[in-house]
């Protein structure tokens, strides 16, 4: 499944959510890395700021310390060479690294930046992309389709599907999806379970 603008909307994020991330956006270091919580550099275009907002609101259901760039009072106010390591470091020390892959995201040069830094210091498993295409457009015109097919995506399952060759249902609810392997399936895990391993 592909997310579609405004999909996250309904998960309101609260202003103590937002303010919470901001003071632990801006007191994230090396130093100061939270053991007992996952941390999320969450990857975004700064003109997404409603879709941010909503993924905020659903990750906020699975207790993680979320950093946002654009809240780190650590920036300098241009972007210089300080941006770049700023966030390099703050890449590496995180625990999950997760692409808003809007069609905003996967043409700006920062954010493929930033998964290629991801891609260094977090490998595979550590990476998600959650896609998010423009309204009413079909999956396959998502210009991030190749991401799609070597990163592990987040999706939602709605109740109705099957784990393959089974008739075993797949319960309601997030997942992580490992792009298909050489035997032609694709992985699944409980997002809650990858955020939290």
Excluded at 7 to 22: A, C, R, W
Excluded at 135 to 157: F, M, T
């Amino acid at each position: 499944m592909i997310f579609e603008r405004g999909y996250f909307q309904n998960k309101n994020v609260s202003e103590t959510v937002i303010n919470e991330s901001l003071r632990q956006t801006r007191s994230f270091s090396s130093k100061n890395t939270f053991s007992a919580v996952t941390t999320v550099f969450l990857s975004h275009k700064h003109t997404d700021l409603e879709d941010l907002k909503g993924v905020m609101g659903m990750l906020e259901d699975f207790n993680v310390r979320i950093y946002i760039d654009s809240m780190d009072n650590k920036m300098p106010n241009e972007t210089t060479g300080e941006t770049a390591a700023r966030i390099k470091q703050v890449i590496e020390y995180s625990d999950r690294f997760i692409l808003l892959a809007t069609e905003a995201a996967i043409e700006s040069y920062w954010c493929n930046w930033e998964l290629g830094i991801g891609d260094v210091h977090k490998f595979i498993k550590n990476i998600a992309i959650l896609p998010i295409k423009e309204k009413n457009e079909y999956d396959w015109k998502y210009k991030g389709n190749e991401y799609l097919q070597i990163y592990p995506r987040i999706d939602y399952r709605d109740g109705t599907t099957f784990y393959a060759g089974t008739n075993i249902r797949i319960e309601k609810g997030y997942y992580y999806v490992k792009p298909k392997g050489d035997d032609g399936f694709s992985y699944i895990t409980p997002l809650i379970d990858w955020l939290r391993n």
